[in-house]
C-alpha cells in the first residue's frame, strides 16, 4: 500500500501537470476534465480520477509515465496502441473514449470502473472456486478472441489488469496494447523488457516476437492464480521467475491445490506449454474448451471437452501400456527362470 508520504510526492508531481480550477474540492484540470484524485499509478503510469462535467461522469484518466513519455517511440506507440484498443468493442473489454495528449503527455480516458480488480480479489479473499475460476476464463477467452480478431495483442494478461463489475458476474479486460508502448520505452533505455514476469511467455520474456498465443499462455498463469492465489512462476525474484519460464520449470498444480480434478492440470497444461505452436491455438477455442468445463463442473453428465478426454485416454493407456510391459517381463524371466536345467554334478563334486 501507498504510504502517506509517497501520496504527497505524487500529488505534487501531479500538480506540475494541472491546470487550476474554481472548484476548491478538485486538485485542478486536465485536458479538460476536473482532477478529482489519484486511482492509483505503476510502471505505465498514472490513473487519475477525473469529471466530465459536460456528460456529468466521472472517468478514469491513464497517462503514460513522464519518464515514458519522453520517449518518442513510447510516444506514438501508446497512442496507436491505444486507439487500436479503443476500436474494439465488447463487453470484456474496457473501453476507450478518448486518446489525446496534454503537457506533452500521452493519456486515455476510460469509464471510471466502481469495482475491484481480479488481483485485490485474490488478495482480499483467496484463491477462487473452479466454476468461479473457469467463468472468468470464459469471459477473459472472449475478450481476447475479438482483440485478436484486430490483431491485436495485449502482452500483459494478468489479474490486477482484468476488472470485476460488482454486482453482476462480469469481468473486463483493461490496458490492452500497452505493455508494448512501455516495452519501446523501456528496451531503448535499459535494454530490459517491461511487464510482470510471473505472467509473460517464455517467448516474450526473451525478447521474441510474440502473438496471440501468448495472451494464452498468460491467461494460463492468470488461471493458475485464481485456483491457487500466486501464478505457476513465481520465484523470489523476476532474475528467478524468467529463469523458471526459460526452464519450463512450473509449480505442480497437484501439489499445491490436491482436491482438484486431474483434468485441471492437464487444462493448464494446454495453455502453459513452452512452445507455442503446443498451446492452445486461439483464443476463441480457449473459450468454447472452458465453457465446456463449465458445463461439466455443474454437472458431471456433461462431456469434458475431448481435447481434454483424449488427453485423459492417452495418458491412461500409456499406463496400461508401461504396467503390461512390466507384467510380461517379469513373466518372461519368470518362465525363462523356470525351464532352465539344473546343472550336472561335476566330478569332483560327486
Not at 91 to 114: Q, S, T
Not at 207 to 226: H, K, P, Q
Not at 263 to 283: E, K, M, S
Request: charge should be positive.
Amino acid at each position: 500500500p501507498r504510504t502517506s508520504n509517497e501520496h504527497q510526492i505524487l500529488s505534487r508531481e501531479i500538480q506540475g501537470w494541472l491546470d487550476p480550477t474554481d472548484d476548491p474540492f478538485m486538485m485542478g484540470r486536465f485536458a479538460g476534465y476536473e482532477i478529482v484524485g489519484i486511482i492509483g499509478h505503476g510502471g505505465m503510469g498514472i490513473v487519475l480520477k477525473g469529471l466530465e462535467r459536460s456528460l456529468n461522469r466521472y472517468v478514469a484518466i491513464k497517462i503514460l509515465a513522464p519518464r515514458l513519455a519522453t520517449n518518442a517511440t513510447a510516444r506514438l506507440r501508446f497512442a496507436r496502441e491505444a486507439r487500436a484498443a479503443a476500436a474494439v468493442l465488447h463487453e470484456n473489454v474496457v473501453a476507450i473514449h478518448r486518446v489525446a495528449e496534454a503537457h506533452g503527455l500521452p493519456f486515455l480516458v476510460m469509464p471510471y470502473f466502481v469495482g475491484e480488480s481480479l488481483q485485490q480479489r485474490i488478495d482480499r479473499a483467496g484463491p477462487l472456486s473452479l466454476q468461479s475460476s473457469l467463468r472468468i476464463g470464459v469471459q477473459i477467452a472472449h475478450g481476447l478472441a475479438a482483440a485478436h480478431a484486430q490483431g491485436l495483442v495485449h502482452r500483459d494478461i494478468k489479474p490486477a489488469n482484468i476488472m470485476l463489475e460488482p454486482g453482476v458476474e462480469r469481468v473486463q479486460i483493461t490496458d490492452f496494447g500497452l505493455a508494448r508502448a512501455v516495452d519501446d520505452a523501456a528496451l531503448t533505455m535499459t535494454g530490459i523488457i517491461a511487464g510482470t514476469p510471473q505472467y509473460m511467455s517464455p517467448e516474450q520474456a526473451s525478447g521474441a516476437a510474440v502473438d496471440a498465443r501468448s495472451d494464452i499462455f498468460s491467461l494460463g498463469c492468470l488461471l493458475f492464480a485464481c485456483l491457487t492465489g500466486s501464478s505457476p512462476y513465481r520465484a523470489k525474484t523476476s532474475g528467478e521467475t524468467l529463469l523458471k519460464l526459460r526452464q519450463g520449470r512450473q509449480t505442480s498444480l497437484r501439489e499445491v491445490e490436491p482436491s482438484l480434478p486431474a483434468w485441471v492440470a492437464d487444462l493448464l497444461a494446454g495453455f502453459l506449454r513452452t512452445t507455442p505452436a503446443n498451446r492452445f491455438q486461439t483464443a476463441s477455442q480457449v473459450a468454447a474448451i472452458l465453457e465446456q468445463c463449465v458445463l461439466h463442473v455443474q454437472s458431471p453428465n456433461n462431456q469434458l471437452p475431448k481435447t481434454l478426454s483424449k488427453s485423459r485416454w492417452l495418458t491412461g493407456w500409456i499406463v496400461v501400456a508401461l504396467v503390461g510391459a512390466a507384467t510380461g517381463l517379469i513373466l518372461l524371466s519368470f518362465i525363462t527362470s523356470a525351464g532352465t536345467p539344473m546343472p550336472t554334478p561335476s566330478a569332483n563334486q560327486s
